[in-house]
C-alpha cells in the first residue's frame, strides 16, 4: 500500500483554471486574490 | 477585492465531526474526497480548508492535506512552510511584542503594567521550552526584565484576525484593536496605541491572499489561515470561503476539532461575523471511534464490537442533534470507513442513525478518492436544496455571562457554567470595557463535550467551569478558558521528526 506522501508525489500536474471557474475570472484570479503554487500543480 | 468576495452565491457545506479520539475521524480527508465527488458528478466545487501548522507535521498529528487518494497536493509543500503565511503571521505577532518592550524600554509614555503583559511571542514549532520565560535580563541596555512566553503561531491572535478580515483595511482596523495588556491603573493598551497595525498589515500584505492549489481530482482547493480551535474559531479564512462561494456553485470547508468546538464557532463566530449561511452539514463519524466513546479500548478497536458501539453512537446524535436542532442546518453523517470494520457494525450504525430520522452514508473517500464518495455527494447536493433555517445558538445581545452558559445548555447539553472568583472579576472588567456585546469562544478540551477530558461519549450533567476569560478584541471575541489550555505544544517522545527526510535529489519522505 503507497503512503500518503507516495501517492501524492505521484500525482500529475492539473491544469487548475480548466475547473476554478469561467475564462474571464481567470486573470483577476491570479492577479488579484491567489498565490497560486505553480512550481508543481499547474499548466499556466 | 472587494467584488470577488462581497457577492457569494453558492453553497456552503461545512464539514465537522463526532467528538475526537486518538482513533482518529478523517475530517479533511472527508471534506476533501467530498469536493472530488461533488465534481466528478458534474458540479462546480472549491475547497476551502486551513493550512497546516510545522508544530503537528513534526510533532504527532502530522499534517493536514488529508490522506489516501483524498488529498490536496503539491503536499509536502502544503505541509512544509507552503506559501509562508504562518511565518508572516509569526513575523506580525513578534513585531507588535518588540514594539511592546521597546516602548517600554523608551520610557514608557503609555504606563504599561510590565506584569499585565497579555501579549506573548510565538513561533510556529512545537516547543515547550518556551511556554514561559524571562526575557529582557542581562543589565540595564538589555531592556526590563518581565515574565513572557511563547505560542504556536497558529494560536496568536493575529491569525484569528487575519482569518476574519475581508479587507486589508478591515486587517489594519482589526489589527489596531487587539489589546496587549493593561496599564498600571488596568486600563487596556492597543496595538493601535503602539501605532503598530500598519506595519503588522504590511508585513502581512501577501498573507491574506488565499493559496491556490488543487486536489488529487484536480478541484480547486484554497487553503489559507489556520487558528486553533480552542483559544480561536478554527476554521479558514472568511475571504477563501467567499471567494470560493463566488467561483463555486458547491464551496467545502471544515472546521477544526468535534462539532461542539469547530462547529460551533464556524456557526456562532464565522458566519456570524461574514454573513454567511450554511446549506449544509457533514458530520464524520468512524466506528473505531465510536467504539472508543461506548468504552472499547485503544487496543481492541478492529475487533467487531456491537455493544461498545452502541454505546458510543449518542456522542454522534448529540452532535447531529445540535447541527440541525439548534442551527437549522440540514446535516448528513459520514461513515469513513475502516478496512476493520465489519458489516454487523456498519448496518448497525446505519439503522441506529436512520431510527433517529439521520441519514448515514458510507464514505470511502481514503481508499477510492472521490469515486468513493459519490452517494454522500449526491445526499449533500440533495439537502443544499432543502430550506436551511439558520440561526445561531445565542444572541449577541446576551451577557458575556449567558453566552458560555447558553452554550454548555445548549450545545454540550451540560448544567451551565461556574465561574471561578477570577473570572468572575474579568467578566465584570469586560464589560466595564466594553467588549460586552463580543460572542463567546470557549476554550475546552476537544476530547469531550464536558470539560473533562476523560467523560468520553454523551456525557450529562456536569457543569464547565470557566477559569480565565481573555479579550481577542482584535478578532472579536471574547476567549473563555476552562481549564489549562495548550498555546504551545510539545513535541511527543518520538517525534514525527525523527522520519521525516530529504535525499539528494530534494524529494522528501516520512511526511504523513
Keep these: 500500500m503507497k503512503s500518503d506522501i507516495e501517492i501524492a508525489q505521484s500525482a500529475k500536474p492539473v491544469d487548475i483554471y480548466s475547473v476554478a471557474g469561467k475564462p474571464e475570472y481567470q486573470k483577476n484570479i491570479l492577479n488579484l486574490m491567489v498565490k497560486a503554487r505553480q512550481r508543481l500543480t499547474f499548466q499556466l | 477585492m472587494k467584488s470577488f468576495i462581497g457577492k457569494p452565491k453558492g453553497k456552503l457545506i461545512l464539514v465537522t465531526a463526532i ?19 461533488l465534481s466528478l458528478t458534474g458540479r462546480k466545487t472549491i475547497v476551502a480548508i486551513r493550512e497546516p501548522s510545522l508544530g503537528p507535521v513534526f510533532g504527532i498529528k502530522g499534517g493536514a492535506a488529508g490522506g489516501g487518494y483524498s488529498q490536496v497536493i503539491p503536499m509536502e509543500d502544503i505541509n512544509l512552510h507552503f506559501t509562508g503565511d504562518i511565518h508572516a503571521i509569526g513575523a506580525a505577532n513578534n513585531l507588535l511584542a518588540a514594539m511592546i518592550d521597546n516602548h517600554i524600554y523608551q520610557g514608557n509614555s503609555l504606563r504599561i503594567d510590565p506584569r499585565r503583559i497579555t501579549w506573548r511571542r510565538c513561533m510556529d514549532m512545537n516547543d515547550r521550552q518556551l511556554r514561559n520565560i524571562i526575557s529582557g535580563l542581562g543589565g540595564a541596555t538589555n531592556g526590563m526584565p518581565r515574565e513572557d512566553g511563547f505560542d504556536i503561531t497558529v494560536a496568536s491572535e493575529v491569525m484569528a484576525v487575519l482569518c476574519l478580515s475581508e479587507s486589508i483595511s478591515d486587517l489594519k482596523s482589526r489589527l489596531s484593536r487587539i489589546v496587549i495588556g493593561y496599564t498600571y491603573d488596568g486600563t487596556p493598551v492597543t496595538a493601535g496605541d503602539l501605532h503598530a497595525e500598519g506595519a503588522m ?15 488529487l481530482g484536480g478541484t480547486p482547493a484554497l487553503i489559507h489561515g489556520g487558528p486553533f480551535a480552542n483559544i480561536a474559531h478554527g476554521c479558514n ?6 471567494l470560493a462561494l463566488h467561483f463555486a456553485d458547491y464551496t467545502v470547508t471544515e472546521a477544526g476539532f468535534g462539532a461542539d468546538l469547530g462547529a460551533e464557532k464556524f456557526f456562532d463566530i464565522k458566519c456570524r461575523a461574514a454573513s454567511l449561511t450554511p446549506s449544509a452539514a457533514v458530520v464524520v463519524a468512524t466506528v473505531r471511534a465510536l467504539k472508543m466513546h461506548g468504552g472499547a479500548p485503544k487496543t481492541s478497536l478492529s475487533d467487531e464490537n456491537l455493544s461498545a458501539l452502541s454505546a458510543g453512537i449518542p456522542n454522534l446524535l448529540r452532535h447531529v442533534s445540535n447541527i440541525r436542532d439548534v442551527f437549522g442546518v440540514p446535516v448528513v453523517v459520514a461513515i469513513n470507513r475502516f478496512p476493520t470494520d465489519t458489516q454487523a457494525e456498519l448496518s448497525l450504525l446505519r439503522s441506529t442513525c436512520a431510527e433517529a430520522g439521520v441519514d448515514a452514508v458510507i464514505s470511502e473517500v481514503w481508499e477510492k478518492g472521490g469515486e468513493g464518495g459519490i452517494e454522500l455527494a449526491e445526499r449533500v447536493a440533495e439537502l443544499c436544496e432543502t430550506k436551511s433555517n439558520f440561526r445561531f445558538a445565542y444572541s449577541i445581545d446576551l451577557s458575556i455571562a449567558e453566552k458560555p452558559n447558553t452554550i454548555v445548555k445548549r450545545i454540550y447539553r451540560g448544567v451551565g457554567v461556574e465561574f471561578t472568583p477570577a473570572a468572575k472579576k474579568q467578566l465584570d472588567k469586560i464589560e466595564a470595557d466594553g467588549f460586552g456585546k463580543l460572542p463567546v469562544c470557549v476554550a475546552k478540551t476537544q476530547y469531550s463535550f464536558s470539560d473533562d477530558a476523560q467523560k468520553l461519549g454523551a456525557p450529562e450533567g456536569f457543569t464547565v467551569t470557566v477559569k480565565n476569560l481573555r479579550v481577542s478584541a482584535g478578532a472579536g471575541f ?3 478558558l476552562t481549564g489549562d489550555i495548550m498555546t504551545m505544544p510539545g513535541l511527543p517522545k518520538s517525534p514525527a521528526a525523527e522520519y521525516i527526510d530529504i535525499d ?9
Design chain 2, 201 to 215: 498589515a504590511a508585513l502581512l500584505r501577501d498573507a491574506i491572499k488565499p493559496n491556490l492549489v488543487s486536489t
Design chain 2, 19 to 37: 467528538t475526537p479520539t486518538p482513533a482518529g475521524e478523517g475530517k479533511t480527508t472527508t471534506t476533501i474526497g467530498l469536493a472530488d465527488a
Design chain 2, 478 to 480: 471574547i476567549v473563555a
Design chain 2, 237 to 242: 479564512s472568511v475571504i477563501a470561503t467567499k
Design chain 2, 504 to 512: 539528494a535529489n530534494g524529494t522528501i519522505s516520512g511526511l504523513f
